[in-house]
């Protein structure tokens, strides 16, 4: 193992501390190894911009898996617009008792997570490649989830046709949107608003919640 795989370990091992998250050896290894597997593929498949490749444990691992607590009792979470898997990858290895559909409409990035899927052997994780607004899915989603995607009118005018009564939308955002909140259409309603605090990560941070109005 390297210095730099030794340094992440160490700041992965401390910050899922800080979150309360007592993930096993073997989870925790396989947030290490999709780690090492953006870095590989970087460049190829242009996941993420360089500059956030040294960040990657605070800035993507723990952001991303700051939402675990709030996915407990759910069976299908859909994340949109995923990108290079997050936050719905570290997710799917964290919660393995909960089924991901990670959507995106880049054929590259989609190509890196079939790659990742299977070196990981996530069993609980479902690839898509293709627009959010055309997206059918077989199965009820409980959560949507979504990470620096859009603003929260336009998430919720492109997922609309996801959405059962019970379904969920949790948005990742950096400063409070009061904006966006303020604008979302009146058939939806928001249900919680959330301050994060990311262990190695200074930057504001929020989770919404929004669900369809009864």
Known sequence: ????????????????????????????????????????????????????????????????????????????????????????????????????VLLDSNAKKTRFLFQARLALGLDNLQIENSRVELYQSPDQIDIVICRAFASLSEILRLTRHCFGSDTTLLA???????????????????????SLSIPGNDSERHVIAVRMSS
């Open 1 to 100: 193992m390297t210095a730099g795989s030794d340094e992440a370990e160490n700041e992965l091992r401390s910050g899922l501390r800080a979150l309360a998250l007592n993930l096993s050896d073997s989870q925790l290894q396989g947030l290490l190894t999709y780690r090492e597997l953006v870095e590989k593929w970087n460049r190829r498949f242009n996941l993420l911009g360089s500059s956030e490749l040294p960040r990657f444990v605070s800035r993507h691992l723990l952001d991303s898996l700051a939402l675990c607590k709030q996915l407990h009792g759910a069976q299908r979470v859909l994340d949109v617009g995923t990108g290079a898997g997050l936050p719905g990858l570290p997710l799917a290895i964290a919660l393995p008792e909960i089924g991901f």
């Open 172 to 194: 990742l955002k950096g400063r409070f949107p009061a904006q966006e909140i303020a604008q979302i259409p009146e058939e939806f309603k928001i249900t919680c608003d959330r």
